[in-house]
Structure formats: C-alpha cells, structure tokens
C-alpha cells in the first residue's frame, strides 16, 4: 500500500546537537512538506519541496535545513541553532500544489 | 496577510445531536479548501474537500461560502468516535507554499 512512513516515532535530543527526522513516501507525490505542531499552535510551515533537488523556506524555517535529493525522500534536520525544537513533526505530501495532503504519523522530538 | 481562524472550542455535544462549525480565511483568491481530523497525538487525516457546490460525505456535509469568506462542517447523528479536533485548510493559490491551517476546533460528544 503507498503512503508516507515517519521515523523515529519518538526522538529525544541534548542540546547543541543536531538530529534527522526521516521522511519518505510511495505515492509517487511531487511536492512535500515539513510543519511543526505545537499545544495550541496549529501547524506551522517549515520547509516544502515542490520538485527534486528545490526547496523553499517556510514560514519558520530558522534552525532547521532540508534535502530533496530523491522523489520520495525529505529529511529534515533540527539543528542546534534551533532553540525550542520540542514539538510534534509531521510531514506531509501531495501530488500537486492545491491537492489535499497526506501526512505521515509524526515525530516527537523533546530536548533532554 | 495569510490567516485562518477557528473557534478552538471545546464544542460538547451529546451523541445523536447535529454540530456544526466554522473557519474564516483571510484572502479572497483562496482556491483550495479542506476539513482534516485530527485525533490526540496522532497526525491529522483528510475529511473532505470543500467544493463550490457543497460536498456531502454520509453524515458529513461541508459547504464554502466565498462572499462571507469561510467554509463550515457539519456533522449529523454525531457519535461518540466522531470527538477529535478538526482542522481546516485553505490553499491560497499563486503560490507553491500549500495549505494554510487553522489552529482546530475541539469537538467532544459525550453519551
């Protein structure tokens, strides 16, 4: 069955190190996304990939960077120059820009 | 300015009862428009899309007003599993940035 794995489910990080969310989807989907989520927050836009190889900021990108090296991958990196990572991360794609999207079954990340 | 809003809720409504709720955008070129649900702790899943005409889905029926800027869900015969958060979302088009969510509506049916 397609759809969109997360990994790890729950990841616990000390400060000043970098950690790599994994994403990767079989729907044969163009665009991905990152969002955080926060208690009351809603989610939040961090980077999104429409094609291979391009991705732009989002509305929070500071702190975290992305890849798009393959189709079916977008990996995100929280690094230490994220100050207040603790939070839910979902990614998410779609076939094309204005489509609905699927979501993965997140990652919560918490600072140690 | 992109912006859509939700009433947080929490809405509690008593099983067998009909609920309805709505969620306002901001930009009035928005193209796109969806409900999610989303359960305690898990990732949300889409509901419906929101069509011009309306959309009805079994006991769900989701409507767009443009003129007034805000799409609304209705939920009839509500039960017990239907208690979530339900989130909506609004592509605003000329852009490849997606969908912009609200913050959720808190429903609880109680028996």
């Known amino acids: 069955d397609g759809g969109i794995t997360q990994s790890p489910k729950y990841l616990f990080r000390k400060e000043g190190q970098n950690v790599t969310l994994s994403c990767e989807q079989n729907?044969?989907?163009?665009?991905m996304y990152w969002y955080r989520q926060d208690p009351g927050q809603g989610l939040r836009l961090i980077y999104y990939?429409?094609?291979?190889?391009?991705?732009q900021k989002g509305d929070i990108a500071e702190g975290y960077s992305v890849s798009r090296e393959k189709k079916e991958s977008f990996p995100l990196t929280v690094t230490s120059a994220q100050k207040n990572p603790t939070a839910f991360y979902l990614c998410?794609?779609?076939?094309?820009?204005?489509?609905?999207?699927?979501f993965g079954s997140g990652t919560r990340l918490t600072v140690v | 300015r992109k912006e859509v809003e939700q009433d947080p809720g929490p809405f509690n409504v008593p099983e067998g009862a009909t609920v309805a709720f709505n969620c306002t955008y901001s930009?009035?070129?928005?193209?796109?428009f969806f409900w999610y649900r989303q359960d305690c702790r898990k990732e949300p899943k889409l509901l419906m899309s929101?069509?011009?005409?309306?959309n009805e889905d079994g006991r769900f029926t989701a409507q767009l007003n443009r003129a007034s800027q805000y799409i609304s869900l209705l939920i009839r015969d509500s039960k017990l599993s239907d208690s979530a958060t339900y989130l909506c979302?609004?592509?605003w088009g000329g852009g490849a940035d997606g969908l912009t969510f609200g913050k959720g509506t808190h429903l609880i049916i109680q028996p």
């Open positions: 979302a609004v592509n």
């Open positions: 729907l044969n989907h163009d665009a």
């Open positions: 990939s429409q094609i291979v190889n391009d991705f």
């Open positions: 930009n009035s070129a928005s193209q796109s």
């Open positions: 998410a794609s779609s076939i094309q820009e204005g489509q609905g999207y699927t």
């Open positions: 929101v069509y011009s005409s309306g």
